[in-house]
């Protein structure tokens, strides 16, 4: 009995290790081409000008609330940015961002409970995305970086930087 004990408690913890292992091994195969930084990502951001309904961001103080964030990285391919969700497995990204189809609508700091779900140094960008309200939150070099990665699309591309 206290063998069975053991041995299962040694296999649970194989098995937490080799899953750590792949979440590390999984960031340096996205990493290793270059041109990723962290970034977290809001997907349907409600709009902080609509009236307040179910899906009004604003909580208790008029602040916008942490929920919806999803941590991650995003990496530079071409024409696109492609974003990784940091806790999963999937080798393939989560959402797919073109140059073309990105307009930039304002900036900010993280307000209220946004503090607490992003990292400490994040700059909120607000976007949209074929016609989708996105948020990105990621540090001050790496927003110089995704303008100028915005402002430097070929002739002829739609570009709108705030």
């Given amino acids: 009995m ?31 081409s270059g041109g990723t930084f962290d970034c977290s990502l809001r997907w349907n951001a409600p ?20 929920k919806g964030w999803g941590y991650g990285i995003a990496r530079y391919s071409g024409d696109r940015i492609e974003w990784f969700r940091i806790f999963s497995y999937a080798p393939r990204p989560r959402r797919v ?42 540090s001050e070099d790496a927003l110089t970086g995704f303008l100028a990665w915005l402002e430097a699309a070929p002739p002829g591309q739609r570009v709108n930087v705030a």
């Fill in 2 to 32: 206290i063998l069975a004990l053991v041995v299962c408690g040694l296999v649970i913890v194989v098995l937490v290790l080799v899953g750590l292992f792949a979440f590390g091994l999984r960031r340096r195969l996205i990493q290793r």
């Fill in 97 to 138: 961002l073109e140059r073309s189809a990105i307009e930039v609508v304002g900036r900010r700091a993280p307000e209220g409970e946004e503090e607490l779900a992003l990292l400490s140094d994040a700059i909120v960008l607000a976007c949209t995305h074929r016609g989708t309200r996105l948020e990105l939150a990621m």
């Fill in 47 to 66: 709009d902080p000008g609509a009236p307040d309904g179910p899906d009004a961001i604003p909580a208790a103080g008029g602040t916008p609330s942490g």
